[in-house]
Each structure stands twice: as C-alpha cells, then as structure tokens.
C-alpha cells in the first residue's frame, strides 16, 4: 500500500507556471506507476499525466501537451507535474494517484491524494 500527499498548488495568473508536488510513503514507490488527473468544477475528473514505475514511458491529455510536464524521482518517492502557461481551464483539483500497474490515459488508479487546488486567474 502507499499514501500519497500532494503540495504546490495554488493561485497563478494565466500564462504563469507551478510545479505540483506528491510524495508517496512505503518502500516500494519505484514500483508503482504515477498519475495526475484532475477535477474541474462541475465536471467529471480527468486523466492529466501518467509515467511509467522507470520514467521510460509517459502520456498525456491532448489538453496539456507542451505545456504539462510530467517526471519523478524515485530516490525522493515524488513524482512532479509541471505545468507552463496556465490557462484558466486548467483551474481544478489536481489528484496524485499510484497503481502497480501502468494505467496509460486511464483514471482507475488503486491509491488516491487528497489532492490540491489550482487556480488559473484570467
């Protein structure tokens, strides 16, 4: 099992940057592919960025290529989103999610965050 705590969100003007932030606990964080998916208000949550347990292989929304950069760390147990030129549609909840296995554009993941705010002001 692995709990995971995300940081770095907050309000930025669009065309800023922020970089998100998840830390995972346990042993084995080398393991599990990551994610970040997000939820926008009134809307349903959404795939955002996945990479693999190597950092080998990665994917992304359609919305966020070029702009969302997604890495990890496995010596930290963090995986990172960054994200450039915000936009205000990017305004949501952003969830750091874990699975053993690689979920590719899908949003099933086993282990959740709390998540964390991010506001893109226009």
């Known amino acids: 099992q692995v709990q995971l705590a995300e940081s770095g969100g907050g309000l930025v003007q669009a065309g800023g940057s922020l970089r998100l932030s998840c830390a995972a606990s346990g042993r084995t964080f080398s393991s599990y592919t990551m994610g970040w998916l997000r939820r926008a208000p009134g809307k349903e949550r959404e795939f955002v960025a996945a990479i693999s347990w190597s950092a080998s292989t990665t994917a992304y929304a359609d919305s966020v290529k070029g702009r969302f950069s997604i890495s990890r760390d496995n010596a930290k147990n963090t995986v990172y989103l960054h994200m450039n030129s915000l936009k205000p549609e990017d305004t949501a909840v952003y969830y750091c999610?874990?699975?053993?296995?690689?979920?590719?554009?899908?949003?099933?993941?086993?282990?959740w965050g709390q998540g964390t705010q991010v506001t893109v002001s226009s």
């Open positions: 999610a874990a699975d053993t296995r690689y979920r590719g554009t899908l949003i099933d993941y086993r282990y």
